[in-house]
């Protein structure tokens, strides 16, 4: 099991640009994938974003592409998401999640979220 403590969200305008970042109780690369993912109000919760640290290889849904960046750093024990160009749309409790053992997202560990509110 591993913690993650998400930090970084906030209230933004729509164009503006936040930077979450997840910090790991566990070296990452001792996971086999991190990622991001978000719950809007009386949605489920959506996939946005994963790094594979096998590779470095990054995954990213299309409603986010060429706006929002994942990416890692080994050292820190940690990933972060910039997020550009933000949407009102894009409001939403976002999650760090740690696939520790490559058997997917259902199985993985989980942060607390941190709130991501973007004004029109």
């Known amino acids: 099991q591993v913690q993650l403590v998400e930090s970084g969200g906030g209230l933004v305008q729509a164009g503006g640009s936040l930077r979450l970042s997840c910090a790991a109780s566990?070296?990452?690369?001792?996971?086999?994938?991190m990622g991001w993912f978000r719950q809007a109000p009386g949605k489920e919760r959506e996939f946005v974003a994963a790094?594979?640290?096998?590779?470095?290889?990054?995954y990213s849904a299309d409603s986010v592409k060429g706006r929002f960046t994942i990416s890692g750093d080994t050292a820190k024990n940690a990933v972060y998401l910039q997020m550009n160009s933000l949407k009102p749309e894009d409001t939403a409790v976002y999650y760090c999640?740690?696939?520790?053992?490559?058997?997917?997202?259902?199985?993985?560990?989980w942060g607390q979220g941190t709130q991501v509110t973007v004004s029109s």
């Open positions: 566990v070296r990452t690369v001792s996971s086999y994938a």
């Open positions: 999640a740690a696939d520790l053992t490559g058997t997917g997202w259902a199985s993985a560990s």
């Open positions: 790094i594979m640290w096998s590779g470095g290889r990054t």
